[in-house]
């Protein structure tokens, strides 16, 4: 029996990349060992920018790797795979990814409002993809689960009045249990 290739893996995706317009790395997670050190990536980065950034579509072929990816007012963003990887596997990713951070952002995809909410940016392609791995290609459910993870604060006046009102009506219960 002949050999069809390699393997197939859970290890979907190598790396999920934002970029500004001028190609500057604003977010980049790689998930192996393909760019080790930060000058590949780097390298990496400044070549998939140059191809893509005039382009008109959506998926790519570079340096033996698929990669899909979408530009976004002054954004870009790339969900890059194996070269053997459905490309509409990625777009699930890549989709995923615009549509989660559009709510997120309050519709505002742009590099100002990602800076501000970076931390939650960080949160949303972890929900996705988590080394290497499709976690989740639902928009909703993404947000579903940050919403259940970023509770709102809490008001903490309320909260120590309730705490202190709770206590005296307890010391009370007593106090009145003990004379009878």
């Known amino acids: 029996m002949e050999p069809t290739g390699p393997e197939p893996t859970l290890y979907t995706v190598k ?4 970029l500004d317009s001028l190609g500057q790395r604003l977010l980049a997670k790689y998930y192996d060992g393909t760019f080790p050190t930060a000058r590949e990536q ?3 980065e400044r070549n998939i920018f140059s191809q893509t950034q005039r382009a ?3 998926v790519a072929s570079l340096e033996g790797l698929t990669v899909v990816y979408r530009s976004s007012v002054d954004l870009i ?3 890059v795979g194996g070269c053997q990887e459905n490309e509409l596997m990625l777009l699930a990713v890549l989709s995923c990814l615009l549509d989660a951070l559009s709510h997120l952002l ?3 995809v742009e590099k100002r409002c990602l800076l501000d909410n970076m931390e939650g940016t960080f949160l949303v392609v972890d929900e996705i993809v988590d080394r290497g791995v499709i976690l989740e290609s639902d928009p909703q459910q993404v947000i579903q689960r940050l919403s259940l993870r970023v509770p709102e ?4 006046g309320f909260v120590l009045f309730d705490y202190l009102a709770g ?5 009370d219960t007593r106090d009145t249990g003990d004379r009878q």
């Open 153 to 156: 604060p809490a008001a903490y």
């Open 42 to 44: 780097a390298a990496f």
């Open 106 to 108: 309050r519709k505002e």
């Open 77 to 79: 963003f790339y969900v």
């Open 167 to 171: 206590s005296s009506e307890r010391r």
């Open 56 to 58: 008109g579509g959506e």
């Open 15 to 18: 790396a999920l990349l934002i």
